[in-house]
Nanobody
Framework: QVYLTESGGGSVQTGGSLRLSCVASGTGYGNLCMAWFRQAPGKEREGIAGIDSVGKITYTDFVKGRFTISKDNAKNTLYLQMNNLKPEDTATYYC?????????????????WGQGTQVTVSS
């Protein structure tokens, strides 16, 4: 079992930055593929960025150049640095993990989820 706890959300103005963190507890963090998703009201949960057990990274197109995913295996922590935030980035952001090596942004392939952290970007 893997437990995920996100933090770092908040309210910022357009162009601002936030760094989200996700601490994993349980077992086998280093072997997990992990990812960030987000869900805005009335919309489906969508993948943002994923990182596999050896550090291969995948981004969805709409965050390339603005968001950066990284992880610190020594701290069992996943990060999402978000720069140049826009109002359309407003959503609840979720950390997810799957006990398989390949990265994916398909939400149906993730076994473990955090509770989410709210990000609000005002214009």
């Amino acid at each position: 079992q893997v437990y995920l706890t996100e933090s770092g959300g908040g309210s910022v103005q357009t162009g601002g930055s936030l760094r989200l963190s996700c601490v994993a507890s349980g077992t086998g963090y280093g072997n997990l593929c992990m990812a960030w998703f987000r869900q805005a009201p009335g919309k489906e949960r969508e993948g943002i960025a994923g990182i596999d057990s050896v550090g291969k990274i995948t981004y969805t197109d709409f965050v390339k150049g603005r968001f950066t995913i990284s992880k610190d295996n020594a701290k069992n922590t996943l990060y999402l640095q978000m720069n140049n935030l826009k109002p359309e980035d407003t959503a609840t952001y979720y950390c997810a993990a799957r006990p398989f090596p390949q990265t994916t942004l398909d939400r149906d392939r993730y076994n473990y989820w955090g509770q989410g952290t709210q990000v609000t970007v005002s214009s």
